[in-house]
T-cell receptor, first 114, second 109 residues
Framework: EPEVTQTPSHQVTQMGQEVILRCVPI?????FYWYRQILGQKVEFLVS????????KSEIFDDQFSVERPDGSNFTLKIRSTKLEDSAMYFC????????????FGSGTRLTVV | DAKTTQPNSMESNEEEPVHLPCNHS???????IHWYRQLPSQGPEYVIH???SNVNNRMASLAIAEDRKSSTLILHRATLRDAAVYYC??????????FGEGTQLTVNP
């Protein structure tokens, strides 16, 4: 079964450093997303991406965050200057199209900011 | 986003059917009903979704009330691996998923 692949599985970074989380969505999917889950809390939406541009973003997704699809396969989330409160599991998801199946999530990257 | 209401927790015995309810009285005509589950230390996993008619797939069945104000996820024979948090989410096509607290399903051997 096709998978969404995320790397690395765990990233430790110092506060103030830039971090890039990488995702390879399912190859024929058109919609891409980032979500995060702080330990013990709900899964929260960050951003959706379609047709090479952001289609929706949450209030969490401020100027410190950016997304990119640099080639036909990767989808990245960059946090410019990490804060302690950015520590969370970050999940990438992709979807084939509107009303076509569900969202497929990756297994996540655990980001720890120290 | 239209709101859903689910019980905080449910218990089942292995190999018995499980019916997980969800109320969504403010659902709009364009809202799809999605179900996801999250096993411990894993990402959410798609289970099933529907609009108006009941749906079946290899994982589960989704029964949607005629007025669409409630739905039920049915696991036909629970296994220990089905122990997870189950989320009922309303979403219009292509838009974000808004996760609530979900229902923690415990499966007893």
């Amino acid at each position: 079964e096709p998978e969404v692949t995320q790397t690395p599985s765990h990233q430790v970074t110092q506060m103030g450093q830039e971090v890039i989380l990488r995702c390879v969505p399912i190859s024929n999917h058109l919609y891409f997303y980032w979500y995060r889950q702080i330990l013990g809390q709900k899964v929260e939406f960050l951003v959706s991406f379609y047709n090479n541009e952001i289609s929706e973003k949450s209030e969490i997704f401020d100027d410190q965050f950016s997304v990119e699809r640099p080639d036909g396969s990767n989808f990245t989330l960059k946090i410019r200057s990490t804060k302690l409160e950015d520590s969370a599991m970050y999940f990438c998801a992709s979807r084939l199209g509107q009303a076509l199946g569900g969202y497929t999530f990756g297994s996540g990257t655990r980001l720890t900011v120290v | 986003d239209a709101k859903t209401t689910q019980p905080n927790s449910m218990e089942s015995n292995e190999e018995e059917p499980v019916h997980l309810p969800c109320n969504h009285s403010t659902i709009s005509g364009t809202d799809y009903i999605h179900w996801y589950r999250q096993l411990p230390s894993q990402g959410p996993e798609y289970v099933i979704h529907g609009l108006t008619s009941n749906v079946n797939n290899r994982m589960a069945s989704l029964a949607i009330a005629e007025d669409r104000k409630s739905s039920t996820l049915i696991l036909h024979r629970a296994t220990l691996r089905d122990a997870a948090v189950y989320y009922c989410i309303l979403t219009t096509s292509g838009s974000r998923l808004t996760f609530g607290e979900g229902t923690q399903l415990t499966v007893n051997p």
